[in-house]
C-alpha cells in the first residue's frame, strides 16, 4: 500500500493503491472516506486474513474522521475485554462502558478468533445496544461474518448483537497475500 503521511495524517483515496488488496472496491473505499456513514450512524466491517491491510484501512478511516472533527477511539478487542475484566472487579466497569459510548466512531480491531466467554458476550452486547443508533462501529476480523455467530457462542446475544450491526453496515471482504510477506526480489536484513 502506498500512503502519504502528512501533518493531517494519511491522505485517504488518492494515495492508496487499490490493487494492493483484492475485493477493496474504489468507489466504496472513497464514499466511506466522506464519513457520510458515521454521521448516518452507520457501521464498517472488514474481513479478511491476516496481513492484508484490515487494521491499517480502519485506522485510515479513522484518522480521516478526527479530521472532520469526528470523535474516534481504536480499540484491540483482546485488550479492550481485558480492560473490562478488570473494571469488572475495581468498581470502574459502568465508568469505561460509558467512556466507549462517547465517540461517534469506536473501531474494534481483531475480534474474533476465540469463541467469547460469557462475560464478554454481555460486555459486547452492552457496547452494541449503547451505540446502537448513537454511533458508529468498525470492526476488523479474520473471521468472516458468516461464522460471527460461532464466535459470540450464544445463539440468543449472537443474534442480539449481529441484528444491531449487519445489518447496517458496509461489509468489505478481502482477500489477497499478506503485505509483510517480503516481494520476490526483496531481501530481509
Excluded at 466491517?45 to 478526527?66: D, R, V, Y
Excluded at 462475560?119 to 454511533?135: A, C, N, P, S, T
Amino acid at each position: 500500500m502506498d500512503a502519504k503521511i502528512s501533518p493531517q495524517g494519511v491522505t485517504i483515496a488518492r494515495d492508496f493503491t487499490y490493487r494492493a488488496l483484492r475485493g477493496l472496491d474504489r468507489a466504496l473505499f472513497l464514499k466511506l472516506g466522506t464519513c457520510q456513514w458515521i454521521r448516518d450512524h452507520r457501521h464498517v466491517i472488514l474481513c479478511g486474513p491476516t496481513g492484508i491491510g484490515k487494521s491499517w484501512l480502519a485506522c485510515a478511516l479513522g484518522h480521516k474522521a478526527c479530521r472532520e472533527d469526528i470523535s474516534v477511539l481504536y480499540q484491540r478487542v483482546p485488550r479492550l475485554f481485558a480492560a473490562l475484566d478488570l473494571a469488572r472487579g475495581d468498581g470502574r466497569y459502568a465508568k469505561l462502558l460509558a467512556s466507549l459510548a462517547r465517540p461517534d466512531l469506536l473501531i474494534l480491531d481483531d475480534w474474533g478468533p476465540q469463541v467469547m466467554s460469557a462475560d464478554h458476550r454481555r460486555d459486547l452486547m452492552e457496547i452494541v445496544e449503547d451505540r446502537y443508533g448513537r454511533g458508529s462501529l468498525l470492526i476488523t476480523s479474520q473471521v468472516p461474518v458468516n461464522r460471527w455467530h460461532e464466535i459470540v457462542g450464544d445463539p440468543t446475544l449472537a443474534d442480539a448483537i449481529l441484528d444491531r450491526i449487519v445489518h447496517a453496515a458496509y461489509r468489505i471482504d478481502l482477500d489477497g497475500e499478506s503485505m509483510r510477506k517480503p516481494q520476490a526480489g526483496e531481501e530481509l536484513t
